[in-house]
């Protein structure tokens, strides 16, 4: 698991509210796009292009899952990975929350900017474009490259509600 709740010190998360300006974040239901999430489990479809290494499902308190993946290209063996973690909330501020942590688990805020004209409301890029996190309705979504291959994860996760 990327973090727990209990482990992230409250004035990191109080520095990442005020840095990302946290009140002012709306989640809302895609209107657009397939739900990726098909019966609890990550479909290789939605990836098109990736095969995955490995999937896990962490079941959460009161109905919340969190799946973590680690998908490597179709055919290149080169270190290039894509780390997916997915965040299935309970509500859509449960979500919100999990978003919160998710930022304030980061080892640095440099490079880390909230991006508009988005399919979501609440996206950010990570520093080189190297990952993203986003949040729509009960779901946060992060996205993560790794290796010397340059991944364009802003693609990715428009594949994932076309």
Known sequence: MPFEKGRIDEARIEKAKLLFDFD?????????????LQGGTLEEASFPGWT???IERVEMLEGAA??????RPVGIEDGTLLLINIYEGVSDEDAREWLL??????????????????FARVYFTLADKCGIIFGLSNRVIMLGAVGKRAIAVDEVAENLFR
Not at 101 to 118: I, N, P, Q, W
Request: avoid cysteine; aromatic fraction near 18%.
């Open 52 to 54: 995955p290494l490995r």
């Open 24 to 36: 002012s974040w709306q989640f809302e239901n895609p209107s657009r796009g397939k739900i990726f």
């Open 101 to 118: 942590l998710f930022l304030a688990s980061l080892h640095s805020y440099d490079g880390v900017r909230k991006e508009t004209d988005k």
């Open 66 to 71: 969190l799946f973590e993946s680690m998908w």
